[in-house]
């Protein structure tokens, strides 16, 4: 009688409710079910039924659950059902159960339609996967702007679901906006697409020009985005093709920036080139003079100008044959320089050594011929002025690191000098010129042989 009771009751509920409801004992007996469950499942009447005529599968776990009603009264999982023309759909099946007299319940159930649900799921799992495979692209990576487009249109047609899908830009004034792209399913390729002037544009594309947040309680019925589909996936693929452009556009400049460096590398080279052969013809010329002069101190300021021309002359073959880099090695110029010095001063009266110990280091070019030109005018000195005639002599040239600071030094076992007054000439004003130029310190010692030391900082 109390299984009535309740029975009755649970009836009367149900029967203004429009949900797909059943009632059924332990032993899975249909008791009543409403109206809404059978057109669900597409019959007259389930009378005479049990819950598990209607089920795929799934059968032991409400089997299970009816079986152990003395200690849950509630379960909740999806389950398969077949409909009377033998089809099939997915829903959720939620069951609570009641106890009406000893060892007998009444159970009911609610069953909801989940095919949207399994849909819905579905369509996110394939856009997710496109938003994956899309933000793996190397198209995109590369800056292959055509191929990035048509591969992003076409993955999000398919995911979407759509016959065409558009990308568009606006142009720099803001009249018009540009299709990059225009994918229609139905031909499986791009098809033409005229850009739009701004009485054209959809309504959402002016609201983008006010800076104005788009807000709408219906996205799909608002006048402002109802022409939107799936705007958050929507608003990703959008994403995506700005980072195609903007990879594009990085690619457009990076290989404009190395094709103006080659051209650069190239001039520098032929600027190089051509003075090098300047120079050679200036160095062939001078020693034409050198020929031609009548007496020895012609031919010495001949011969000076010849050996200055000449340490600029190895600095610029350095740089012509290093063109990747605008940094010499020191040591290397400076050894080119001394065994040029050592071919122009050729003196058989006199028997002199010139060595050299260079600390290994790379220097800007501009730092290089000022060290060059100092040496020069140094050794040039202690040439001239260090030894008589029949004397053996040693030069040394020696450069050292010390911190920031390079140490230059350039000395002689000559007859040095006695007074200040001697070391007067061209050649001394020079180097003191360079050493300015080097914002360095300048020390000469001629009290026991010649010595110059240059000091200054390498930048």
Known sequence: MAQQDILSTLRKLISGMDESLVIFDQDGRILHASFDLEKLLGRDS??????????????ERIEHFLRDLNTSRYVDLQVVL???????????????????????????????????????RRDLLRKTLTIELLSKSKKIRNGKLHDAIYEILEMSSKAVGVTRTSAWLFDDPHEHIECIGNYDTRVGKMIPQESLPVIEMPTYF??????????AANAQTSPYTSELNDQKFGLIAAQ????????????????????????????LIETNH????????????????V????????????????????SILSLHELLTENSRNLRIS??????????????????????????????????KSSLAISIGIIINEAVLNSYKHAFGENEIGVIRI??????????????????????????????????????????GNLDIDGTNGMKICVSFFMR
């Not at 033998?86 to 609570?96: D, N, Q």
């Not at 002016?206 to 104005?212: P, S, V, W």
């Not at 980072?243 to 457009?252: D, G, P």
């Open 46 to 59: 389930l009378a005479g039924t049990t819950i598990f005529n209607h089920l795929t599968y799934e059968h």
């Open 82 to 120: 077949k409909k009377a023309d033998g089809s099939v759909f997915t829903a959720r099946m939620r069951m609570a159960a009641w106890k009406v007299d000893e060892n007998e319940y009444l159970v009911l159930g609610s069953l909801v339609d989940a095919t949207h649900i399994e849909r819905k």
């Open 206 to 215: 002016m609201l983008f020009e006010t800076e104005k947040i788009i807000l």
């Open 240 to 267: 995506m093709v700005s980072l195609a452009v903007e990879t594009h556009k990085r690619k457009l400049a990076q290989q404009e920036l190395e094709a103006a460096l080659r051209q650069q590398k190239r001039l």
């Open 274 to 289: 051509r003075i090098v052969n300047n120079l050679k013809i200036t160095t062939s010329l001078l020693n034409i003079q």
């Open 291 to 310: 020929g031609k002069a009548r007496d020895s101190y012609h031919k010495n300021l001949m011969l000076d100008s010849v050996n200055r021309v000449q």
């Open 330 to 363: 020191l040591n290397q110029y400076v050894n080119r320089l001394v065994q040029s010095l050592r071919e122009s001063l050729s003196f058989p009266q006199k028997q002199l050594q010139l060595l050299t110990s260079i600390d290994s280091c790379e220097v």
């Open 398 to 439: 020696d450069f050292q690191m010390q911190g920031p600071k390079g140490i230059l030094e350039i000395s002689d076992n000559g007859r040095g000098v006695k007074e200040n007054r001697e070391l007067a000439g061209s050649g001394v004003e020079i180097i003191r010129g360079m050493v300015e130029h080097l914002n």
